[in-house]
Structures are given as C-alpha cells and as structure tokens.
C-alpha cells in the first residue's frame, strides 16, 4: 500500500481483507458530504422556525402599534365667510364641502372652499329673530326665536352628480312652529328631542323659569295622525340663573346649567314634569353643557375654564341623579363651546381665549390640544365622520382642521385598568366589543380575558398534573416493561385527539353530565384515596403465597376496578351529601349561602376536559425523564437498602426534575394556548370571578370569535391583535422561565 493511501485511511487498521484505500476515501467522503447536508438542513429549519417567530411577533406589533399613536390634527387654510361672525351654531356636510350656518337672521349655506354663499332656501322667522339654538347635526333640531316661538328644522345636506363631479346640495327641512311661551317672551335657551312619536322642546322664559312642551303624535289609519300637546312651567329652586340647557334624545331628561355652577336633572318620565336633583357641579358659572352620544353622560364647562363628565346614575341613596365621573384638562378662559362626535364619546371643549381640547369621555382622557389663533369664537361642530373640525370666529372666517383620530377609546388605563363605563355603578374590568345600537359604548378591558386565560390554565393544570406526573412515576419505575409498552403509546395517541372534538363533547355531553353530581366529584378524590388504603392495608394481610401470585408491575388491574368503585361511591355518597345537608338542591345551597351560581358550562368542567388534553403530553416528557436517569442511581439506592418507592422518590424524581419541570411548562403552555375547548366548554362570558363554578373567556377563545367580525383596520381588530400578542408575549416568558429553571435544575443534579 502507498503511503498516500495509508495517509488516507489515517489510524484505519488495514488488514489483507479490507477494501481498497479508494473505497475507503469514497465511503469517508459520502459520510462528510451526508453529515454537512444535514447540518446545514438542521441550521437552516432552525433559522426558519426563528424567522417565523420574529415575523409573527412582527405582524401582530405591527397591528398593534397604531393604538397607541397620538391624534394628528393639521390646520387647514381659512376661508373669509361674512356669515361666521354672526355664527350661533354650525353644521357642515360629510365631505366638508358646504357649511350650514345659523345667525340670527336664519340660516346661510356657505362654501368651505370659499366661503361664499351656497343658494338655498330660507327659513321664514315671521319677523322675528333667532336668540338661542338647540343641538343640531343630523337630527331634527329647533331655532328660538324672540317672539316665544320655536321652528324644527333638519339641516341636511343632499349629494348630486354633475358630469361626474360631486355636488353637495343644501336639503333644509323646516317644520311648523311650536308655541312655547305664550306670553310671547324671548327664549334665551333652549333644548329639543325628536321622538318617534313627537317631540320635547324646552326653554328658558326667565331667570329661573322654564318651560316644557311635550308634543305627541297618535297614529292615525288615514293621514299624518292627530297632533297633541302638553305645556308645563318649571320654577326651580336653583340659587343662580339660568346658563345653559341640555335635552337627551330619548326625551327622559333635561340638564340645566346655571351661573352658581349647579346643574338640575328635570325628570320627563313621569305625567308632569318634576325636578330630581340639583347638585354643585362647579365652583364657577356654568358656560356650557352638552351630551354625549348615548346621552348619559354629560359634560360641564365654567367659567373658570374646567372641564368635567357626569353620569345620570343611582347616586346610592335610593335615588337617581347626577354623578360625576371625570375631570379633563381644562382651559385658561371661559369654556364657551362644546361639540360631540357622532360616533363615539370624543367631544371638543372651546374657551373665550382661542384654545380648543379634544377629550374622550369614556377614558376621561385629553388627547390634544389646538390653538385657533383667534379669540371669541362664535361657534364649534366636529364633521359628520368625526374627521374634521369647523369653527367660526368673530372676525368673519371659518377655521377647520382636519382630524385623525381612529382609535380615540384606546389607552393603556382603558385596556388594562378599571374604567367607568356609562350605566355601571362603579368602575370595572369589562370586555364587550358590541352592542345592538349605534351609540354603544366599546369596553375593550383586556384583563377580564387575561383573567379568565389563567384561571381556565390553573384548573386544568390542577386537575392534569397530579394525574400526569404520578402515572408517568409509576409507568417508569414500577409498571411491568410488557403492560407499559402498550400504556405509554396509548396514551401519547390520546395527544393527537382533535381539540374541536374534546370541546364538542365537553360542552355538550359532559357538561349536562357533571352537573347533577357535583358533590359527588367533590368527594371522588378522598374516597378513592380510602378506598385504595383500604385495599393496600387487605392486601398486605393476605397469605404471602398468595401475594405471590401477583406479577409485579401488574397492580394496575387491581387498582381499576377499585378506582371505578370508589368512583361511584363518591357519586351516591355526594347524592346523599346533598339530599342531607345541602337542602336537596347544591345548586340552590350555594346561592343561598356562599352567593355563587352555577354555570353549567363552567371551570370545572374545561379543567377535566383542558385537562384531559394535557396530561398526555405532561405524562409523555415527564416519563421519558424519570425513565432516562442513570441506572446505576436506581441500582446503588436499592443496593444500600432503600425500597423500590424511596429510591423514586429521592433518587429518580430530584435527577429528573428538570424534565418533569419542563413537562409542567410545557402543558401549561399547551392550556394557555388552547382555543377550541376554552370556546365551546364555557359560557364565554369575560367576567373576574374565581369560582369554579363560573365560566370565563379566554384570549385565544376571544379572538377566535371576536377576528371574523372585526372590521379590518377598526380598533376591535387592533385591539384583538394586541390580544394576540399578550398572549404570544405570556407563552414565551413562560417558556424562558422554564428553560432557566430547567437549566439551573439540571446543574444542580449533574453531580448525581
């Protein structure tokens, strides 16, 4: 042989039958070829698998991250208007194209563009002039006039084609006027609802008086119906004057501001109109008042520039009235002008100095601020789409900005703390994304879902791991190597059961199932603990011929039908708990005594059923782990005396626990994530309660049902990626955690 080919087959002894030195260089040469394919495979799956997490935490921050922009608000250039320094009120279209404005001679449509006059017809004010004007926007609204009269008008805008161009056109409704003050007086103030069946106009006639017309409607087979009105006078026990009036739409309620900064709820609900409460709002005149969508929040501007949300709420007492829920950031000057959105519960304050403040009043936040450049404006409105802002001034020029705010209800108070939700006593922790009417106010609190994740994890895991670990103790140390070559696959099967299938049966087999046994479920762990005590301590009294006869590793089969037995003892033995000392009904014992309900699709039953679908892979690593410690351990414990069972207990479990650790991570991990069975085994409702009796919603439960309906874009689809990444965030905390424990475990023990 060559010494080059020697050289080739290195420490290789060569003996007169091997190969020759080329085979053994084409064979070594495959082998490196073979082990770099495969090292590179290996290292490119695991930089995919890291490529695809970054992504994926990427695209859900990416969702995200809008939530929490700030509100761009740019000025747009001025337009000379002559009518804008006459302005009581303003409305503009959805496109911000023509401008409704209310001076005290009527109504002039004027050009945002330009500011000149858009033709439309007028209103006839019969000599008269316009002193007070109610809320307007797309709803039918009133003008006060001097003479004691009122005229509904709707200021609507109509959209034309003309040669492919958009052309907004004035569409002005103007009703017969109502009387309401007799004596002819001028209305200094005003308030209006338009109901389905008529309207309520309010207004001030005096300092102090009010007056109140009801007009109804009854419904006739031919024709528009007969009309009907009820006329009432208020005289309130107010100590300042009159300052500002406010109606909700439902026609329940009108708000009264007055200049000792004191606001009066009059109560419409009954046959006459009676005042409810008066409470001290402010320590300052009160300038201005207006409603929110919805109209049960109210909000209150002074003279000295503050700016606070009321509720109309049970005060506590027995009684209803105002409650106060919120102080903004306030002005230098008066607050003079208040404008609402029309689709959420953002509002626009205006004081005498020019300054304007974007608040929103579920979160009772300030989210921007705004100088008009001039002071003494004559009037405010946000655009239809919330999009865009409009404001007269006293010079004669119409200001506007153009707003972007998509997700004003968005904040990390509103996401993670306790806000005060309009109709709640107090405030809570609540998630509902919808409601059945267009002023429904969003909850989006996410640690209702947090909540419910954690808790539906815990009773999973309390029911999984004692089950898991201990049977993955007996399988490795003391199970027959025959029965435990068909129980292990058995069970690693049950992992690959389709979690849509276990929901299915949980909610509708097995909920129904456990409820009428309860107690009985309750007691199955003692009793079958007796039970097996029992048939340990007859066991142990048997003839030691006998005992013989048991194949060790085989005790299985005689502790299943001793498990069954005890099963149903805990059963019967629970209906006999309940019959005797639960009153015959647990469920109405424990309303009765402990205030819980019973849900039948509750905790209880997504733990045995979530848990179900963890112990198998809690058992599969766990039992590899306790299976996998040295042998010699086991052999040198049973070697200095020690019994089969001390030596697993402190020998085989402390040199596996790393493993068994990170079995328990793992099937915690695998419960957090879960979807399907959280999703058709509770109620699903996001409440904070820690009973087990109760039902829950989870994060992946609720993006699972909440992502199909959410808007793309919206701040529902926002929020549920953000949803989507707590609980990426929450998975892979747990798993750092574990693989340092893990780690720290495993060098502990190395020197075992």
């Known amino acids: 042989m060559s010494d080059h080919a020697a050289g080739a087959l290195g420490d290789v002894e060569v003996s007169p039958t091997s190969p020759p030195a080329t085979v053994w260089s084409s064979r070594f040469a495959r082998r490196r070829a073979v082990d770099h394919v495969a090292r590179l495979v290996v290292s490119t799956g695991g930089i995919v698998v890291v490529v695809a997490i970054l992504a994926i935490l990427l695209v859900t921050g990416s969702e995200a991250y809008p939530l929490f922009l700030p509100p761009r608000i740019a000025s747009l250039p001025a337009v000379p208007a002559p009518a804008a320094s006459r302005a009581m009120a303003v409305v503009a279209d959805d496109y911000r194209e023509v401008a409704a404005v209310v001076t005290g001679s009527g109504i002039e449509y004027v050009s ?57 056109v004035p569409a002005l409704r103007v009703s017969a006027p109502v009387v309401i003050d007799a004596a002819g007086r001028a209305l200094t103030r005003i308030a209006y609802a338009a109901l389905e069946d008529g309207s309520v106009t309010a207004a001030t006639v005096g300092p102090r008086e009010l007056a109140i017309v009801r007009a109804t409607i009854t419904p006739a087979l031919i024709g528009s119906g007969e009309r009907s009105e009820h006329r009432a006078a208020i005289t309130l026990a107010t100590r300042g004057s009159i300052t500002s009036l406010a109606a909700d739409r439902r026609g329940d309620s009108v708000l009264v501001g007055t200049d000792a900064g004191e606001v009066a709820w009059v109560n419409l609900r009954g046959s006459e109109p009676a005042v409810g409460a008066i409470v001290q709002a402010s320590p300052a005149s009160i300038t ?160 209702p879902l947090i909540y419910g994740t954690l808790k539906g994890t815990f009773y999973a895991l309390v029911f999984a791991i004692p089950i898991a670990l201990l049977s993955a103790l007996y399988a490795s140390q003391f199970m027959h190597p025959t029965l435990k070559a068909v129980v292990k696959p058995t069970v690693e099967v049950m992992a690959a059961l389709p979690t849509v299938v276990l929901g299915f049966i949980a909610g509708l087999w097995l909920a129904p199932t456990v409820e009428p046994i309860v107690p009985g479920i309750f007691l199955m762990p003692p009793t079958v603990a007796m039970l097996i005590l029992l048939a340990l301590a007859a066991y142990r009294a048997l003839p030691i011929g006998f005992r013989l006869r048991i194949r060790a590793g085989t005790e299985i089969f005689v502790l299943i039908p001793i498990v069954v037995l005890g099963g149903w003892l805990a059963i019967e033995l629970g209906r006999g708990v309940e019959t005797w000392l639960l009153g015959g009904d647990y469920r109405t014992w424990l309303a009765s005594t402990l205030g819980l309900t019973y849900d039948q699709r509750n905790s209880l039953v997504v733990g045995l059923a979530m848990g179900f679908a963890v112990i198998p892979i809690i058992f599969t690593i766990a039992e590899d782990s306790l299976a996998n410690v040295p042998p010699h351990l086991t052999a040198g414990s049973l070697a200095l005396g020690a019994t089969r069972w001390q030596t697993a207990v402190r020998v085989i479990l402390p040199s596996a626990s790393p493993g068994i650790f990170s079995a328990v991570m793992i099937g915690f991990g695998r419960a957090v994530g879960e979807t399907m069975i959280v999703l058709m085994a509770t109620g699903n409702t996001p409440v904070m309660d820690p009973s087990i009796f109760n039902g829950f919603r989870a994060l992946s439960a609720n993006i699972a049902v909440e992502l199909p309906e959410a808007p793309e874009g919206g701040t529902l689809f926002r929020v549920l990626f953000l949803a989507a990444l707590i609980l990426f965030v929450m998975t892979f905390a747990v798993n750092t955690v574990a693989e340092l424990v893990r780690l720290r475990l495993r060098e502990r023990y190395r020197s075992l």
Do not use: M
Not at 133 to 161: C, H, K, N, Q, Y
């Open 288 to 447: 201005s008042l207006g409603l929110l969508i919805g109209d049960w929040t109210f909000v209150v501007g002074d003279e000295k520039g503050g700016v606070a949300s009321w509720q109309l709420l049970d005060t506590g007492d027995g009684r209803f009235g105002p409650v106060r829920i919120h102080e903004f950031e306030g002005h230098a000057a008066p607050v003079r002008l208040f404008t609402a959105s029309l689709r959420n519960k953002g509002f626009w304050t205006g004081a005498t100095d020019g300054s304007l403040r974007f608040h929103y009043g579920t979160t009772g936040a300030t989210l921007a601020a705004v100088d008009a450049g001039e002071p003494d404006l004559r009037a405010l409105e946000l655009a239809p789409k919330s999009n865009g802002l409009l404001a007269c001034s006293a010079s004669g020029r119409l200001l506007s900005w153009e707003i972007h705010a998509p997700h004003p209800e968005v904040s990390w108070g509103a996401l993670f703390g306790k806000v005060w939700y309009e109709g709640y006593p107090g405030p809570a922790h609540v998630w509902q994304s919808t409601g059945g009417t267009d002023d429904f106010e969003a909850k989006l609190g996410l640690t």
């Open 112 to 168: 945002l563009a330009t500011g000149g006059r858009v033709a439309a017809p007028g209103v006839d004010l019969g000599g008269a002039t316009v002193t007070a004007v109610s809320r307007l926007g797309r709803e039918e609204g009133v003008l006060a006039l001097s003479d004691g009269r009122a005229i509904p008008v709707t200021l609507g805008f109509d959209v034309e084609r003309e040669s492919g161009t958009r052309v907004v």
